[in-house]
């Protein structure tokens, strides 16, 4: 990049520190990964040149330096292309332009120094070397920019076919993934996977994924955590693929669902979270859905589906789309919060309220009470799972003796299960079963479950936040843990059943047992 020595000497433009190799180092430095910046490279020329240096495009917008007077015949010819070099000197001055090509859309731009002392050789060459640099560097950022502007296009593609099967609307998710994926959704079922690793490394998460699923699956950065990598897949080798990327990784956990029809990715998606939750405490860093006992798998299925079918019924006068629409954003705000849920489904938190007020008013369901949430909860997962005994087209036609929530948690099997999961809360020294029923009962509030029981709200948060562990799953988090363990509290009598429209007559709400001190909960 040094230009040939003429034999004469150039004390004029070499600055003391400056030998004949330093400027062609200097300019090398300007272009590596860490320094590249136009602005940097034509204040550097400047001071190397002892020079006023500017870059413009061909309209007259200054890209860097301070503005030069130049002359626009000169500046126009050189943008069109009749000229590559002008020269001009007067008043004192010497002005020197080159033609720079910009990246398109924009016309060639023009790069001007002016100097008091004349252009020799070797400042020539300084110049016609730095314009050379500046047409590659910014060829590379604009190459750099066009490539970022397709991964976000893509990465936004994504996220939208991801909301479409949020919303139940997989024919135009699949047409949407047709042009840049075909064949990916080409799939009746799918199992969706949450992989959780910190918000700083999840964009080398997410590449880390594309490529162990051999860019074969919907991979989605998730707009609602920041820590996490949604993946769908339809394939069976996907499972095992992303456990071998979690083990090969540094804190990193993997939660995944059952096999799910398409149309359900939103409960897969649930189902997914929820297995996430019990890989944190798991020495492979892993869990799936299906490997724990969920309590509706203990439950009659034609009862069951037969009360799910009564309790959803006011909702079957409406539209398809808008029944699927409101279910499908009613279960993933009882998963999540209002603004997460928003995200993942891509639209309003007030749109994510207004939606499940309507849902709340068609069931005769409070969703303040906790109990509440876990039946419309059981119900939305029994219609979005159906299972072999009791298979989705059963849900719509009645039962012979219609069945209430109490009748399908009398079970004995289900009975065993409660009291076992509760029981583990027993071995603690403090009164984790009291308190957690407390805040339960509370609406999950911890203020008003101290009141109850007469402590600190801190202490019912650190009790509850330690029977986590006990138990496996997310409490402090809305989501099928919780629910989980309410229906547990239900099963048990240590809760009374909610008022819905599918149960008129609700048993009476048993009064909470004593607590050791002889204080009522």
């Known amino acids: 990049m040094t230009g040939r020595d003429d034999g004469r000497r150039h004390t004029d433009v ?19 990964p860490t320094g590249r910046d136009v602005a940097r ?42 000229l590559a070099s002008a020269s001009w000197e007067g008043d004192g001055r010497h002005l020197r332009m080159i033609r720079v090509e910009l990246p398109p859309p924009a016309a060639a731009g023009v790069l001007a120094v002016a100097r008091t002392a ?54 135009a998710a699949r047409r949407v993934a047709a042009g840049l994926w075909p064949g990916l959704l080409d799939t009746d079922t799918a199992c969706v996977y949450v992989v959780e690793s910190s918000p700083a490394d999840r964009d080398r998460l997410a590449e880390a994924c594309i490529e162990a699923t051999r860019e074969q699956s919907l991979v989605v950065r998730c707009p609602a955590v920041d820590a996490h990598v949604i993946v769908v897949t339809p394939r069976d080798t996907a499972g095992a693929d992303l456990r071998a990327l979690c083990h090969r990784r540094h804190d990193t956990f993997l ?23 019990v890989a944190r405490f798991r020495p492979d860093k892993t869990a799936v859905y299906a490997e724990r006992t969920h309590p509706e ?34 279960r993933l705000g009882l998963e999540f919060t209002a603004v997460s849920a928003a995200k993942v489904l891509g639209v309003s938190r007030n749109t994510v309220r207004a939606r499940m007020e309507r849902v709340e008013n068609l069931l005769g369901a409070d969703f303040s009470d906790l109990a509440a949430r876990a039946a419309v909860h059981l119900a939305l997962n029994t219609e979005a799972c159906p299972t072999e005994a009791c298979p989705a087209g059963d849900r719509r036609s009645p039962a012979a003796t219609p069945a209430r929530l109490v009748d399908l948690l009398t079970g004995p099997a289900l009975r065993t299960w409660a009291h076992d999961l509760l029981a583990r809360l027993d071995a ?43 138990l496996e799953r997310r409490l402090l988090a809305a989501g099928s843990d919780l629910y989980e363990v309410v229906l547990a509290h239900l099963v048990t009598g240590a809760l009374g059943p909610p008022g819905l429209h599918a149960d008129p007559r609700p048993g009476p709400r048993p009064d909470p047992p004593p607590r050791p001190d002889g204080h009522q909960a």
């Open 297 to 330: 798998r203990l439950m009659d299925p034609a009862a069951l589906g037969a009360w799910t079918s009564r309790l959803l019924r006011p909702l079957d006068a409406l539209a398809h789309h808008t029944r699927a629409e409101l279910l499908a954003t009613t």
């Open 428 to 470: 603690d020294g403090r009164d984790l079963r009291g308190t957690l029923r407390a805040w339960i009962a509370a609406g999950g509030n911890a203020e008003r479950a101290a009141q109850l029981l007469g402590v600190h709200a801190q202490t019912v948060r650190e009790h509850v936040r330690g029977a986590e562990p006990v």
């Open 41 to 82: 490279i034509v204040d550097w020329l400047g001071v190397t040149v002892d020079a006023a240096v500017s870059l413009r495009d061909g309209n007259g917008t200054p890209l860097a330096g301070a503005p030069t007077p130049l002359d626009e015949g000169l500046v126009t010819a050189l943008a069109t292309g009749r």
């Open 14 to 32: 070499t600055a003391p520190g400056h030998t004949d190799s330093t400027w062609a180092r200097e300019l090398l430095d300007h272009l590596r």
């Open 118 to 171: 004349p252009f020799d050789r070797r400042t020539a060459d300084i110049v016609a070397h730095t314009a050379a640099a500046l047409e590659l560097l910014l060829r590379a950022q604009h190459t750099a920019a066009t490539g970022h502007r397709l991964a976000r296009a893509t990465s936004d593609l994504r996220l939208a076919i991801l909301q479409l099967l949020m919303v139940e609307d997989t024919s």
């Open 255 to 277: 939660g995944g669902s059952a096999r799910q029809s398409l149309a359900h990715t939103a409960a897969a998606y649930g189902q997914a979270v929820s297995a996430l939750a």
